[in-house]
């Protein structure tokens, strides 16, 4: 069997057991029940994920994975390409915006090329997986071959297998000039809706390139009708090379029953795949931030996640992420650390 | 002039050509213009409040207020009156959700009586500032006198002097058993919106409790009859000891130009006080998080302030605001430490 396969089958729903005894203490801690919200949500999946009745969050880590797109000589986006590989240069010297905030949440960035279309000799600090040098155009054909998408969703599932161990909790991120062009492709692709609907404006183009795009995204799934059916081909037909590693990693994740906290547009349509290849994994994964990107939501709605940060983001890099996974923490801690009703000497509720 | 005179006299709106030298740098920073989205709103929020073009977070300090409520007598709260000053004992002692998210977030907690029906003796480490040993009923007619709860204001306005200093961030939290119910009163008469639409269930009181609330509140209105147009006048007739002391940091931090981040319902009413009292204080104020209490939104949109932390709390104490706290410094530290286009040699956008 394969990698892919072997992990899918290892991934299972949470134990609804495990929840409700995290729940029983929660209820035991000196606050009103449910008063702290979400951030109690995320403890119980915690336990739930880890299977540990006292998780404690050792190790936080981001993975950003890079790769180039070959549709971007259509002109959709606002930045050139050559922007992939100093942007993944600037992640390496902790310049950017996911390192600034992954160091405020006491999180390491682990780079990945896993497709970018120029050569990094031997870059300190790289993680190097390359499987593609850029996509192909999808305008004209499929992006990948099916053999290359897979081999990009393997290299999420190897570094989940590498980074995991208990404590840990991943993030994910990306790098890719252009990539909201494939990542609308995927979710219109899986969902049926019209292009128009779940597509933004990216890095910021203006109103011809927005219409441009839209046509680029229509004649790219006509071109490839990837078959919704069948997760690998629309991956491969109309994905990209760091959203099929995103995939992987969370498939990798939920098979090493590893707590995963998406970003934004890029990121869930990574993780979109990964849901249509076994909805469990949706168990395993924490929405950080509500994308001000059209079709994030679409999403979101499909796997039924809700995110937690409204901070109007849309850079991707992870930078979502990095403030999602301080907040998950943020509920384990109030887990372990909170006093109890007992311990305090704090009367209960009255009625 | 009074002490608070003084302060009101001292608040500023902020200078719109420093908000514009902030946005200089961040349309430098290796990102797409904007696309940090409300991090880089905070980051020239914090350049206009210090006056600073390089400003650092260098101390966050969470002052949780605690004060009783006559009004308690009512039933109009889920726990009976003795857990304030139980509470303040264990937000002495660390055990508290606040004392947990603010070690998190790396935020002191700075515990103040300023009205708590109790006698602390020599309890290590809390403020003590009482002014009154809980307010009256508002039910049977004011909560305060007029000098009671100036004094309260003068509490605030004191410890924002006594803490303000270069790097400082200010957050507020509170803690009073039946306390949403003053801060419904003093929406309802500042708003003059319905009390059932500005009313919700505090930390829990079913659906009986809650119809009885409103009654207590609408109650309390007639009875008190607060003059809209003199927010001490409502202050004291239906506020709190806690409430004022909120209303007086806030008061004090505008002073100071310090930037303060406030919590929830009860935090925002007391920001509504200092509000309706010189509306510049809006622009030191950020709002963390989105309360499911009703009338939340009432008052923020009242001051045009939007929250940014969407986490279903509702427990006080300044939970939301340990939580905000860490992210307005994340914004700082984006606007400080991300790499310029020119620093990184990424290249700037094409169209």
């Known amino acids: 069997m394969s990698k892919l396969d072997d992990a899918l089958n290892a991934i299972a729903p949470l134990d609804t057991a495990l929840l409700d005894k995290a729940q029983e203490r929660l209820d035991t801690l000196t606050k009103p029940k449910d008063s702290l919200g979400r951030l109690e949500e995320f403890a119980r999946k915690v336990v739930g994920i880890t299977g540990d009745l006292r998780p404690g969050i050792k190790r936080k880590i981001i993975f950003t994975f890079a790769g180039d797109h070959g549709v971007a000589d259509e002109g959709v986006s606002a930045f050139p390409k050559e922007v ?8 390496l010297n902790g310049g950017a915006g996911i390192n600034v905030l992954s160091r ?7 780079v990945v090329d896993v497709g970018v279309d120029y050569d990094f000799g031997d870059a300190p600090g790289l993680v190097k997986r390359k499987v593609v040098r850029g996509t192909r155009n999808i305008r004209k054909g499929p992006a990948m071959t099916r053999d290359e998408a897979v081999k990009c969703v393997e290299v999420g599932i190897d570094l989940a297998r590498e980074y995991a161990a208990p404590g840990a909790i991943f993030g994910t991120g990306e790098m890719g000039i252009a990539n909201t062009t494939p990542s609308s492709a995927v979710i219109a692709a899986f969902s049926g809706e019209k292009v128009s609907s779940v597509t933004g404006r990216g890095t910021g183009v203006d109103d011809s390139v927005f219409k441009h795009k839209v046509k680029v995204i229509e004649d790219s799934l006509r071109i490839n009708s990837p078959d919704p059916s069948d997760p690998l081909d629309v991956l491969s037909k109309v994905g990209g090379a760091e959203i099929a590693a995103i995939t992987g990693l969370i498939i990798g994740a939920a098979a090493r029953r590893v707590p995963v906290v998406i970003d934004g547009f890029i990121s869930t349509a990574g993780a979109l795949v990964a849901f249509e290849l076994n909805h469990s994994v949706r168990d395993y994964i924490f ?3 509500n994308s001000v ?5 679409v999403m979101l709605d499909r796997m039924n996640l809700r995110p937690f940060v409204d901070l109007d983001l849309r850079l991707g890099e992870g930078t979502g992420a990095a403030i999602g996974i301080s907040l998950v923490e943020a509920g384990v801690k109030i887990y ?4 109890t009703f007992g311990d305090a000497g704090v009367s209960e509720k009255t009625n």
Chains 1, 2 share one sequence.
């Open 84 to 91: 992939t590989p100093q942007m993944v240069l600037n992640f």
């Open 104 to 110: 405020h949440s006491g999180a390491e960035v682990v």
């Open 336 to 339: 372990n650390e909170m006093a």
């Open 293 to 297: 990107e059209k079709g994030h939501r």
């Open 287 to 289: 929405a950080s931030h």
